[in-house]
């Protein structure tokens, strides 16, 4: 099956006439395997991190929007997560992988704790 736009609703099937949705339009991730399977696992954790990270920023823009150090607590953050932690991940170094996740992880949870205990 070929589409022409990643958007499943919306992607027109070579094969068919009609607009369809795709029956299972995430079946080939089963048969990923290395660098793609990599790529892939990635960008989700990435997904799956940005909830904590979207909640955190915004609770500080709110509670204490002039503290520098929350500022910078938020930054590394970020800065581990895409300089660190990507490109690691894709080359599959695993011990810097998870020293960059654990940094990056309590960066965040240090922000909420700044911001429970009273930080302005």
Known sequence: MFSISPFPYASLDVF???????????AYTSALR?????????????????????????????????????????????????AVYYPAYLLNISIVRGLSHLVATASVVNVCWLLATGAK
């Open 16 to 26: 068919q006439s009609s607009l369809t949705p795709p029956t299972d339009p995430r």
């Open 34 to 82: 290395g660098f793609p399977l990599r790529l892939y696992s990635a960008h989700y954790n990435l997904l799956e991190m940005f909830p904590g990270f979207a909640l955190a920023a915004a609770l500080a823009q709110i509670l204490a929007p002039n503290n520098q150090q929350i500022a910078n607590l938020l930054g590394l953050h970020v800065l581990t997560k895409v």
